[in-house]
Each structure stands twice: as C-alpha cells, then as structure tokens.
C-alpha cells in the first residue's frame, strides 16, 4: 500500500530563515506534486515532478524530486509570513496520495 | 479559465440525514475526482471519473455513499444516511488528463457538518 509521509508535521519560523519539508513515499512513482492550502481555502497547486531529479523553484519556494531514494523536498528561503499555510506533497499511485501535511507558521 | 465550481460551500445536516454535493469541472477536463479532507488530515480519493466513467471507487463507502457524472461533465456526490464521522470537507478537482501530468485544479470545496 502507498504511504505518503511528510515531516515534520508542525513548523514554526522566523522571518529571513530558510528551511526543508520533506515527503518520504513508500512504492515507486515518477510523478509528485505539490500544494498549499491556506485555512478554510482550497488547495492550489505549487509544483508538478514529473522526472528524477526534477527541480522547479517559484519565489522562495523550490522543490526537488529523488526517485530513487523516494523523497522529494520543498525547500523555504528566506521566509516571509506569507507563506505561512499548510503544505501537501501528493504522490501519483494509482490514484493520487496525499500526506497529511504540513502546517507552517512564520513569525515575524 | 473559470475554476471547478461545487455547490454548497457549506452544509450542515443531522445523523441519518441525506446530502448531496454538485460539481463542475473545468470546461474540457476529462478526469473529475472527489476527495474527503478531514480536519487536520490530507485529502483522501473517494472516487475518480474519467468521461462519465468510473475510474476508481475503492475507497469510497458505497453503502452511504453514490456519485454520478452525467454527461461526462457535471458530478453529484450523495451521502444517506450521513454519520458523524462524514463530517469534512468535501473536495472536487479535474484534470486535462486522467495521470494528471499538468496537475489537478480544485474546487473551493463543501464543508459538511453532520450533528
């Protein structure tokens, strides 16, 4: 069964720090997204990984992919409260699986 | 291009009632899937459509749970009777294609309360 594990769960950060949300899945895929979803809103879509090694960067946000090792991360430069929401990396199975997420908080 | 539109944004019902959900995609997206988003949890697929076919349900309650796309274009999502533990938001998204290369755009989603 795919298992979709981010971590860490809860990230509370000053302004101007950098910082790494990772996404462990558990069965091969080739394709993994990801998405912010601020409260009470819907999710919009951040980045699409289609390929090993994919690296796509928007603003302060970057996101790679690593097939192999299964994990991709999104990497937070330079923080700002405006990205301040919940992130998903969701991972193309068969279907399309979510993690639980992870709620980042920038203070200023 | 306008969105993927759903109707209610919110509905709040009592145990063993009945509710139903709308949905529309964005204009020629073929692919049209429903997720369940529970408080503080990730989306979770209860269905998918591809056309007016069903892709994938394996996840989805049928016994309280139904949906339907007519026409290959709108979808109605129903649950009857509804528990307590239905209550989520529920989420609509389409894609141009049904792996989802380009990604998938949601709906703004239908809070369902059930007490």
């Known amino acids: 069964e795919l298992k979709v594990e981010q971590n860490p769960l809860f990230l509370s950060m000053q302004e101007g720090k950098n910082y790494t949300i990772y996404c462990n899945y558990s069965t091969t895929s080739d394709r993994l997204y990801w998405y912010r979803q601020d409260p009470g809103k819907s999710l919009e879509s951040l980045f699409v990984?289609?390929?090993?090694?994919a690296v796509k960067q928007e603003g302060r946000l970057m996101a790679s992919l690593d097939t192999k090792a299964r994990l991709s991360t999104l990497h937070i430069t330079a923080a700002v409260h405006d990205l301040s929401a919940t992130y998903f990396c969701?991972?193309?199975?068969?279907?399309?699986?979510f993690g639980a997420g992870t709620r980042l908080t920038v203070k200023p | 291009e306008a969105g993927v539109a759903q109707s209610p944004r919110y509905k709040i019902i009592e145990k063993r009632q009945s509710v139903a959900f709308w949905c529309n995609p964005i204009?020629?997206?073929?692919?049209l899937y429903w997720y369940q988003q529970i408080l503080g949890q990730g989306p979770k697929l209860l269905i998918q459509f591809q056309n007016n076919g069903v892709v994938d349900d394996s996840q989805l309650p049928k016994d309280r749970f139904s949906a339907e796309r007519l026409k290959g274009v709108d979808s109605t999502l129903k649950i009857q009777p509804a528990k307590l533990e239905d209550s989520a938001v529920y989420l609509c998204?389409?894609?141009?294609?049904?792996?989802?290369?380009?990604?998938?755009?949601f709906g703004s989603g239908t809070r369902l309360t059930v007490v």
């Open positions: 204009s020629g997206h073929a692919t």
């Open positions: 998204a389409s894609s141009l294609l049904r792996e989802g290369l380009s990604g998938y755009t």
């Open positions: 990984l289609l390929s090993n090694g």
């Open positions: 969701a991972v193309a199975f068969n279907d399309m699986r």
